[in-house]
């Protein structure tokens, strides 16, 4: 049954990931026709519209192309635990980004370390999640990665390296800490 749900929410985790990457830049492609306003960042000419579209599929191809497990084993009821807490940081993280992004209306517009640019005719938002936090989206983005992790991490493949490898396996996981690196010497 968990293996049922695990799926099934890495499916909708995963589809609800696309649209909301995509539904801004959509958004995005449409505001490219109106009148630019005050600009900065050295490279202001990353953020039109062709190159964010490419620089957001090869962003997504490169996260997809580096996963990787990473080796710990839970039990069932951790795994479950995890999958709920990481559906409560992804989805809330996925509806404050929307909130954000419907409250933005013309006024959204891709901003990234590069530069950011605002519209002849721009407007201060200061309602929906802007009445609480500058910038709710990025907060959102940062809740739904972290639940993103949490689900997409929990995945049962360990098990399988257990199965697989045995006791070689159960050396490792006892050698090697699955999170953070420590700085104790290792007996071997």
Sequence with gaps: ????????????????????????????????????????????????????LVLTIGYVAIGIALWRPLPI??????????????????????????????MLGRMFGISSGFGATLYQDHKLIRNGPYRFVRHPMYLAVILAAFGALLIFRARQEERLLAEEFGEEWQRYRRDVPGWLPTLRKRVK
Excluded: D, E, K
């Excluded at 929410?9 to 995963?14: D, K």
């Design 1 to 52: 049954m968990l293996l049922l749900v695990n799926f099934y929410l890495q499916l909708i985790t995963a589809l609800t990931g696309i649209a909301v990457i995509f539904i801004p830049l959509l958004g995005f492609r449409h505001a490219g026709v109106r009148a630019r306003g005050r600009s900065s960042g050295a490279a202001i000419h990353l953020l039109r519209w062709p190159m964010t």
């Design 73 to 102: 084993i839970f039990s069932s009821a951790v795994h479950f635990s995890i999958l709920i807490i990481g559906s409560l940081l992804y989805f809330p993280g996925i509806a404050l980004y929307l909130w954000g992004y419907f």
